[in-house]
């Protein structure tokens, strides 16, 4: 799979697969030159893993009610995935995920200890549905 991204993925005009987007230019984050002249001056460093205080206010600040305590920056989908499965799946939990699709969560809550039950798509003229009658298998039980 790899192979295949790295050798096709730039050649065409429209990349309608692509779970990611092409970076940015530093020039192009900010419109203003005194903005420029601000982000060229930042220095370089780590911050905190969670996202600044002056960031987590800035994004708190778009939701009426949210504080910087609750605002969690990670460094893309993979680490928020990560961290998600991380807090909600613990060892004997089972977990019903729907397959195929981005897998990095089915291996997680495996690792994590958790029992994972796949709900396979049905793949009807190259168009994926959901096979509710399929969801029985997994549905638990009524305890006695």
Do not use: C, K
């Amino acid at each position: 799979m790899e192979r295949m991204q790295s050798t096709f993925e730039n050649e065409v005009d429209f990349n309608l697969s692509e779970s990611g987007v092409h970076p940015l230019r530093l020039g192009d984050l900010v419109d203003d030159p005194a903005g420029r002249e601000a982000l060229l001056a930042e220095a370089l460093r780590y911050t905190q893993s969670n996202g600044t205080i002056a960031l987590r206010d800035a994004i708190a600040s778009l939701y009426r009610g949210a504080t910087r305590d609750h605002v969690q920056v990670t460094n893309g989908g993979s680490e928020a995935n990560y961290i998600t499965t991380w807090n909600l799946v613990e060892p004997g939990d089972e977990v019903v995920m729907m397959v195929p699709n981005y897998m990095q969560t089915w291996g997680l809550a495996r690792a994590f200890g958790a029992t994972v039950r796949d709900w396979p798509l049905v793949d009807t003229n190259r168009l994926w549905s959901v096979d509710a009658d399929g969801s029985r298998a997994w549905r638990p039980r009524a305890r006695r």
